[in-house]
C-alpha cells in the first residue's frame, strides 16, 4: 500500500504533539521561545488535521488551514526514521494538488530560518516571500 493521508483526531493529538514538539524544540531554543502544549492543542481543534501513513504504519502528520487564496501548511513533521525517504516531497506534491481541487492559487508555509527543510522547499517550487524575527515565509503557486 503506497504513502496515504487520512484523517487525524482527537486521539492523535498526544502523537502528533509530541512529535511537533521534538521537532521543533531546538529552534524554539535556538530563538528563544516558549513552546506553550496548549497552543498546540488549541490550534488542534480549528485546524485540519492528517496523518501520513504507509501500510497502516504511522510515519507522522501535517496540520492544514485555508483561506481564500491558500492552503497552508501549518505544522510537517514525520518521525526521524521515515525522514530522507522522499516522504516530505511526496506530501508537498499531494498537498499541491488539494489546493488546485480546492480552486486555491497557492500553498503556503513559514519555516524556521536555521531549519535545513527550507532546502526541500525551494525544489519543490516554493520562494520565500519574506521574514519576520526567526521564521522565513515561503509560498508556491498552484497550478
Do not use: K
Request: charged content about 25%.
Amino acid at each position: 500500500m503506497p504513502l496515504q493521508l487520512t484523517p487525524a483526531n482527537d486521539s492523535h493529538r498526544t502523537f502528533a504533539r509530541d512529535l511537533a514538539r521534538r521537532a521543533m524544540l531546538p529552534y524554539y531554543r535556538e530563538f528563544d521561545l516558549l513552546w506553550i502544549e496548549e497552543a498546540f492543542d488549541e490550534a488542534w481543534g480549528w485546524r485540519e488535521q492528517w496523518l501520513v501513513e504507509e501500510d497502516g504504519e504511522l510515519l507522522g502528520f501535517c496540520s492544514l488551514s485555508q483561506d481564500r487564496q491558500a492552503l497552508f501548511i501549518r505544522e510537517l513533521h514525520l518521525l526521524p526514521e521515515h525522514r530522507g525517504r522522499g516522504i516530505g516531497s511526496w506530501l508537498l506534491e499531494a498537498l499541491a494538488g488539494w489546493a488546485a481541487q480546492r480552486r486555491l492559487p497557492l500553498l503556503r508555509l513559514m519555516v524556521f530560518s536555521s531549519n535545513p527543510a527550507r532546502r526541500l522547499y525551494l525544489r519543490h517550487g516554493f520562494v520565500e516571500v519574506g521574514m519576520d524575527e526567526c521564521f522565513v515565509r515561503m509560498q508556491r503557486p498552484v497550478a
